[in-house]
């Protein structure tokens, strides 16, 4: 209650006690970082508001102006009403000048539904005209949205009055606040609240990360943990912290720390550079419970994160011997940046490790010390050619590691052919996808605003520095020619196609029947053959090579596709190439690019012809042969394609002619879900 706030519209310190400037709740949750609803920070004029906030039990109130430095969603086109802002319906406010404040304790797990439990919750409302502070009870009721960008807490039990919104929730067993209320219900008690690991769908920083501050997300929760760990130390210490009243609780079942171990520990993780993606993180989750765990949602971003989503694979607070395994590979991760204080924290985490060994047993402690003395050989190693010899090493291995990709899937509503049904996974290249979200009956220009949340969350489970990840994208045939890779989720935000590698792969290649097939006595053992073709054609391309051949344009004169029997018949090393995609000047033209995949080939190249004039035809010949040809292998064109779209954007005249590139990209020992691949449910 002490962290929870009043936010006032900008400007109105003198009336600080006025309703008529009050927005909504908030809280304190780190050194001058207070989170509340979108919908209450962007009630006021632009980017400013007034926080308003007590000083300690009867000093009265003071305020402070604030800006607003982010909020989910960002962008929300036309100002909607105020209760159906859109989810996660968050905002962090950065106070101008720092003061002195008391701050809440926020989760390191996330929010899951845990049957009819109780959460506490406080606010400010107007009472009888005046600004009251409130609290009270809610049950937890279930969630609206399940697996998606608008997921939300139910909860019931008391009326929410207007003006809490942005306040805590907070889970009463264990003294953490785990949401923020968002809505009132319209009829009845109770409402919603969003979970504050809602806060990890935060946007990534595009560029290089050279500070902690370059990363909200990061330089908040930091600021969180270190604050609650340096309580502790302070010389006014009087065991009145949050890890102080959290140990006289008593229901800790399990836990394999105490209040006050469990905030020394994350204020050490806070001392270092964060994890430098959250693949890499993932990375050191999977290699302690296995692959195949299951990831929260959203994805762990932090170290913080990454000790919270071992609470809940443990269902026991995670056991002592896995958290200690963390913290080393914690300790030896690779960092985004380094600062003259990284050493020291990493040698403090050491001695926190080497303590909470000592009940472990002695063979335990030894396999510990021998891992240190590795990374401590490591470290000295400070040869120029050894690094540099480490360094060739490390990035041909990383060349030739299987790496994730994100696939999206397109299903065309046979009866609104307007409108599809679309599902985001994430791939693993050894096999098996595991789907993160889905949505129906979406109209084909209203996709990039439906997707954009849920891109988000896949391409930072997957993107490592500087390697975005591959987003394939599985389409049905009428679809094929979809600009996917021009979509763009922002004014100022570049195309997808220039932001990472964009395939296109056919979804309904197995029903796929054209004219010319029907003509041959298509069957299933022919099907059984296009498949054996199809694996043939792949191999050659990957490994001997490549050359691009035009079959639909002769030297700037539209020529028509060959048929079905004639394509057959040309080498396992083409690459098939329409230079004017989308020119419908044969009768067959529609169902050209369909004749070409069901021919047997996994990698084609077009070009959306736009009605150009003067559409470049001989240039685009010439580059694309060059490319297809110096690729060696088919590997490289995902890679050289979004080269091309890069140097589009950024107005490079000698990329014009790739303008409107698209590739075919299909790896037959891939099947997509459902054709004999591994489909893994959340």
């Not at 998606?148 to 008391?158: A, N, V």
């Not at 000295?380 to 299987?402: C, D, I, M, N, V």
């Not at 029903?511 to 010319?516: A, E, I, K, M």
Request: aromatic share 6%; proline share 7%; hydrophobic share 35%.
């Amino acid at each position: 209650m002490a962290a929870t706030v009043r936010i006032h519209r900008a400007g109105s310190g003198y009336a600080q006690d006025e309703p008529g400037t009050f927005l909504g709740s908030g809280f304190f949750i780190a050194p001058n970082w207070v989170l509340t609803c979108a919908h209450v920070a962007r009630s006021g004029e632009g980017d400013e508001v007034t926080v308003v906030y007590e000083t300690g039990p009867g000093r009265g109130t003071s305020a402070i102006a604030g800006e607003v430095a982010t909020a989910l969603p960002e962008q929300v086109g036309q100002r909607p009403v105020r209760g159906n802002w859109p989810a996660p319906d968050l905002a962090l406010v950065r106070l101008r000048k720092p003061v002195d404040h008391d701050c809440a304790y926020l989760t390191e797990r996330p929010a899951a539904y845990y049957g009819e439990a109780v959460v506490f919750y406080s606010g400010w409302s107007v009472v009888g005209g005046e600004l009251r502070r409130l609290n009270g009870t809610c049950t937890v009721q279930g969630t609206l949205g399940g697996w998606s960008d608008d997921e939300q807490i139910r909860l019931g039990g008391d009326v929410l009055p207007p003006g809490v919104s942005g306040g805590p929730v907070v889970d009463p067993v264990r003294g953490e606040v785990v949401g923020v209320l968002k809505s009132q219900a319209d009829r009845g008690l109770g409402g919603t609240c969003t979970g504050v690991e809602q806060l990890r769908s935060l946007p990534v920083p595009t560029g290089e990360v050279r500070a902690e501050h370059d990363d909200t997300y990061q330089a908040v929760f930091h600021a969180h943990d270190r604050y609650h760990r340096d309580r502790q130390r302070h010389p006014e210490y009087d065991g009145s912290t949050w890890a102080d009243v959290q140990g006289q609780l008593g229901a800790r079942p399990g836990r394999a720390f105490s209040p006050f171990e469990r905030t020394r520990l994350l204020g050490r993780l806070a001392d270092l550079p964060p994890p430098t993606s959250t693949r890499e993180l993932l990375g050191i989750l999977e290699s302690l419970l296995g692959s195949e765990a299951a990831i929260p949602h959203p994805a762990p971003r932090s170290w913080r994160d990454g000790l919270g989503a071992l609470y809940e694979s443990s269902r026991q607070d995670g056991a002592l011997e896995l958290v200690i395994d963390y913290v080393v590979r914690v300790m030896t991760a690779r960092r985004p940046f380094v600062t003259r204080d990284t050493r020291s924290a990493e040698r403090a985490l050491w001695e926190w490790a080497w303590r909470a060994a000592e009940d472990l047993g002695a063979r335990y402690r030894r396999n510990l010390a021998q891992h240190r003395i590795e990374d401590v050989q490591l470290s000295r190693r400070e040869l120029s050619s050894a690094k540099a010899r480490a360094a060739r090493a490390l990035a041909q291995t990383a060349e030739r590691a299987p790496r994730l990709f994100v696939l999206l899937e397109l299903v065309q509503r046979g009866w609104e052919p307007d409108r599809c049904d679309w599902q985001v996974s994430v791939g693993r290249p050894t096999g098996g996808v595991v789907r993160l979200r889905d949505a129906e009956r979406v109209p084909l220009a209203e996709l990039p605003g439906s997707l954009a949340g849920s891109f988000a969350e896949a391409f930072r489970q997957c993107d490592e520095p500087g390697r975005p990840a591959v987003l394939e994208v599985a389409l049905p045939h009428p679809l094929l020619g979809l600009d996917v890779d021009a979509w763009q989720f922002g004014p100022d935000e570049p195309p997808l196609g220039a932001h990472r590698p964009v395939v296109v792969r056919c979804a309904d290649r197995e029903q796929l029947l054209s004219g010319d097939d029907a003509a041959l006595g298509w069957n299933e053992d022919s099907a059984d053959e296009e498949h054996v073709e199809r694996e043939a054609r792949w191999r050659w391309v990957q490994t001997l090579g490549a050359k691009a051949e035009v079959l639909d344009c002769d030297d700037g004169l539209r020529v028509p596709v060959p048929p079905g029997e004639r394509l057959r018949e040309l080498p396992h090393t083409t690459v098939p190439v329409l230079c004017r995609y989308g020119d419908h000047r044969f009768e067959d033209d529609p169902a050209a690019l369909v004749r070409i995949v069901n021919s047997g080939f996994g990698v084609a190249m077009w070009r959306r012809w736009q009605g150009q004039r003067d559409p470049l035809c001989g240039e685009f010949h010439r580059r694309t042969g060059d490319i297809v040809a110096g690729a060696g292998s088919a590997e490289r064109l995902p890679g050289l394609v979004h080269a091309l779209r890069v140097g589009l954007h950024a107005g490079l005249p000698e990329t014009d002619w790739a303008d409107g590139i698209a590739l075919l990209y299909d790896d037959p020992r891939r099947p997509l879900p459902g054709t004999g691949d591994l489909l893994e449910a959340p």
